[in-house]
């Protein structure tokens, strides 16, 4: 790996050597009136500060800041605005989210060229409005809307106008009916996305990293996906959860090889990166999920997936199908109350799609039968919050895919991760990520502003070397300046 300087390291020493001598001025106090003799007065309220939060989601099941009435609901709107610097010692595309597992190999043009950008593509808009909800015996019902602006490009965007496109991230109700029982509906985070304590749909309570990227890890179990979500919570230390999701059975582009008998039939029944929604999925993805929270130093959740893929072939008059899945694991230990461990585990046949898409689902015999692919995946890292100001964090993260291959009826393989496939075919993806948040300014009701930085080393090995490199690695690093809502 060549190590090539950037400006943006000297650009963040800048930002925080400058930000440690923001200091937010503090009014007098003002002179209060005696109460008359004999009355008891309750101490004053403390002042709503913003808080310091060293991570990309904005929004959880405890709503924050004060709201403006709208009836009996409260209604708040919330996000950041900011611009990211990004540079990578490779070019693999200057979105502020990584594609992990295409970084380009030395031996090609953009394996040798750096790329540097601003964006404000990752500022953020939410709308979130709650209400309590007595006649219909629920206890309150939220609805929350999230937008970015990581949507549709064009070619020219950044030449002038930089008009990135609107996007959906977050759009959904959650019911809370009683002490013990809510429900959610919408899009939102898959329940296979791992928890930081209990199950919520809300987007800040899942356990994302402090990273600045907006793809977060390599290997992390994530996606957003349209869903219907019931969760029972019986006490403060064991919660149940069962999701309806939207399924989506995909391939990737030109990574797995088709068996000549039916190489079109299959081709135009799985998402190869341009079908959009007209893959005919068969039915929904069904997750399941369990958290544990013995004490505030403890937390593990365990869950898994049942995915069912199908196909039919000419004459079709048959149908193909198998089931896959996975499960994965996220544990979280705080030996002090400002040191947090994590450590995230999935496995499963057919699990691609749920780590980033970084995987095809599955592979396919000379007959045109199905065989899902195996993924391992995991993150390991640990949170250190060094003042209320300012966090600090380190992964190791990554994903590896079995090859899954076999001989067509003429002879020559098929499948994935054969001898002589494309170096495209990923055998292994591994990233290193060290972060650093700092809070420059926090106010009352005003918002906050804050500076995060994050450099990684990230590595992909494919299934075939043949004459080529043996890995493709690249130099990551993000510089993100932002202002958070109130």
């Known amino acids: 790996m060549r190590c090539i300087g950037t400006p943006f390291v000297m650009a963040a020493a800048v930002l925080i050597a400058a930000a440690a001598h923001a200091q937010t001025p503090t009014p007098a106090p003002q002179a209060q009136p005696a109460p008359p003799e004999g009355q008891v007065t309750s101490p004053p309220a403390p002042p709503t500060q913003a808080p310091h939060k060293p991570g990309q989601e904005i929004a959880g099941k405890k709503a924050d800041g004060a709201g403006i009435d709208v009836g009996p609901a409260k ?151 349209p869903q219907l979500r019931f969760t029972w919570h019986p006490s403060p230390t064991f919660d149940w959860a069962v999701s309806i999701e939207n399924p989506e059975q995909q391939i990737g582009s030109d990574l797995v090889t088709l068996p000549g008998c039916c190489a079109s039939d299959i081709e135009a029944q799985y998402n190869t990166g341009s079908e ?44 193909q199908r198998a089931s896959g899945g996975g499960l994965s694991v996220n544990g979280r230990v705080n030996p002090t109350a400002s040191t947090r461990i994590i450590a995230q585990a999935a496995y499963g046949p057919g699990l691609g799609r749920y780590v980033g898409g970084m995987a095809p689902d599955v592979a396919f015999r000379s007959d045109g039968s199905i065989r899902p692919i195996p993924v391992t995946s995991w993150v390991g890292g640990i949170e250190q919050t060094v003042s209320p100001r300012i966090s600090l964090a380190g992964y190791y993260s990554g994903m590896q895919i079995d090859d899954t291959h076999f001989v067509d009826a003429d002879g020559s393989p098929i499948g994935f991760g054969y001898p002589g496939s494309s170096n495209d075919v990923n055998r292994r993806v591994r990233e ?26 990230l590595q992909r090995e494919p299934w075939f070397v043949g004459s080529g490199p043996a890995s493709a690695d690249a130099l990551l690093v993000f510089v993100q300046v932002r202002y958070n809502l109130p």
């Open 75 to 225: 209604l708040r709107f919330g996000g950041y605005v900011g611009v990211t610097g990004i540079y990578r010692s490779t070019n693999s595309g200057g979105a502020p989210g990584t594609s992990f597992a295409t970084i380009p190999y030395e031996d090609t043009l953009a394996g040798n060229v750096s790329e540097t950008r601003l964006t404000a593509q990752s500022s953020r808009l939410s709308v979130r409005i709650d209400a309590p909800f007595p006649e219909a015996r629920f206890r309150n019902i939220s609805g929350y809307f999230e937008m970015d602006f990581n949507g549709a490009t064009s070619g020219t965007i950044a030449v002038t106008s930089n008009s990135a496109g609107f996007r959906l991230r977050q759009a959904f109700a959650d019911i809370q009916y009683g002490d013990t029982f809510s429900m959610a509906a919408g899009q939102a985070f898959t329940l296979m996305t791992p928890a930081k304590a209990g199950l919520s749909v809300w987007p800040s309570d899942y356990e994302m990293s402090q990273a600045v990227d907006t793809n977060y890890l390599a290997g992390m179990v994530w996606e957003r996906v």
């Open 276 to 319: 959009a929604l007209s893959v005919p999925n068969l039915m929904p993805d069904i997750s399941t999920r369990v958290a544990l929270n013995p004490s505030k130093a403890l937390h593990v959740d365990v869950g898994g997936v049942w995915r069912v893929f199908r196909h039919t072939l000419a004459p079709y008059d048959e149908v």
């Open 432 to 457: 290193l990520t060290g972060t650093l948040w700092y809070l420059a300014v926090r106010t009352e009701n005003r918002g906050s502003a804050q500076v995060g930085v994050q450099t990684s080393w």
